[in-house]
């Protein structure tokens, strides 16, 4: 199995879940991506000021 990238959409979910309060594991299952993949994307594009941004990010 390849890996396959973050799209722009799935980018755009993780941030609306990040506003929602949901855990990484939740935010993981809604866009059918292991949640480590997604604690990495927080972890590489969120900012002190700015927090998660899915157009910088992208």
Known sequence: MGRRALT???RAD???GIR???SDRR???DIGR???VVWRERRRNTTRTR???PVTAD
């Open 8 to 10: 722009f959409s799935d």
């Open 27 to 29: 935010i993981g299952a």
């Open 34 to 36: 292991d949640h480590t």
């Open 14 to 16: 993780i941030a609306v």
């Open 51 to 53: 927090g998660y941004k």
């Open 20 to 22: 929602a309060g949901h």
